[in-house]
């Protein structure tokens, strides 16, 4: 049985995300081990709003800062808590809106670093067995940078794979030390007054191409709610499928169906 931190940044709307995150964490995520959670929320704490008591939680005060400087310094603010997180065996983070429908086990849990294929990559080769990858063009143009001089940069030969930001980790030396050098690299970018083009999921991919991940798993342990999921058609890309046989294991909510995009954004009127 290995000790698990799993962290969550939500600030202001994001908050109300927690209770129903956990819930299914604690029904579907590695619940064969120790499972602690790190929260960084833009409150001294839950007493009185949030029920968690059953749960063994780290909670830490951040402030709320516009977008997308919540997911730019995700990293910088995971390490807050550098200490404790080191700790522990393996370390996860996972965004607030997400939403666990299928068990996670032992298989996230490799010798080195975890990293989940992005949907939007998503390949129909009928070999559920094997991974494969299909970035269209427009698909990089969204992702990757292109300014040369930023230290997320990753040259078109050799864009190949993209991985996603939603939920990723490994074991707590590795993933931390991954932590360090995105946060270093995304605060020398703007020194230079650059922002990576997906903000930190963009470092992330570069470190990752320097660092290959130990263990990869398919984007249906990152897949999109959309109204007809369970039909398991990638909603960012139509007419790609989860093989019939596979269980789709977390969804990254469509904010539209829980409030509204520009709510969470920050964007909104009201």
């Known amino acids: 049985m290995k000790n698990i931190a799993l962290c969550i940044i939500a600030t202001r709307r994001y908050k109300r995300l927690l209770e129903p995150l956990l819930e299914s964490v604690k029904k579907y995520f590695l619940t064969q081990h120790n499972l602690s959670f790190f929260i960084f929320a833009d409150s001294a704490d839950y007493k009185g709003w949030l029920d ?6 780290c909670w830490t ?12 310094f995700r990293h910088k603010t995971l390490l807050k808590r550098e200490g404790e997180l080191s700790k522990f065996d393996y370390v996860f983070h996972c965004d607030a809106d997400a939403r ?29 067995s094997e ?7 427009d698909f990089k ?28 980790g490994g074991l707590s030396k590795e993933y931390l030390a991954a932590m360090k050098v995105i946060e270093k690299n995304i605060d020398d970018d703007l020194g230079q007054n650059i922002v990576a083009r997906y903000h930190d999921e963009t470092h992330w991919n570069r470190y990752l191409l320097e660092n290959p991940p130990d263990t990869i798993l398919p984007f249906w342990y990152c897949f999109p709610e959309s109204k007809n999921w369970q039909n398991k058609e990638v909603a ?12 789709i294991k977390m969804l990254c909510l469509d904010k539209d169906l829980h409030g509204g995009y520009y709510l969470y954004r920050g964007n909104a009127k009201k």
């Open 52 to 57: 968690l008591d059953e749960y063994n939680i």
């Open 61 to 72: 005060q951040i402030e709320h800062l516009p977008f997308p400087l919540p997911t730019l």
């Open 100 to 128: 666990f429908v299928g068990e996670v086990g032992d298989e996230i849990l490799g010798k080195g670093i975890t990293a989940i294929q992005h949907p939007s990559t998503a390949s129909n080769t009928g070999d559920a």
């Open 131 to 137: 991974i494969s990858w299909d970035l269209t063009e």
């Open 141 to 168: 143009k969204g992702t990757f940078e292109p300014n040369p001089n930023s230290l997320a940069y990753i040259t078109p030969e050799e864009q190949k794979k993209y991985f996603c930001g939603a939920i990723q």
């Open 236 to 247: 960012w890309k139509k007419g790609f499928y989860v093989p019939e046989e596979k269980e």
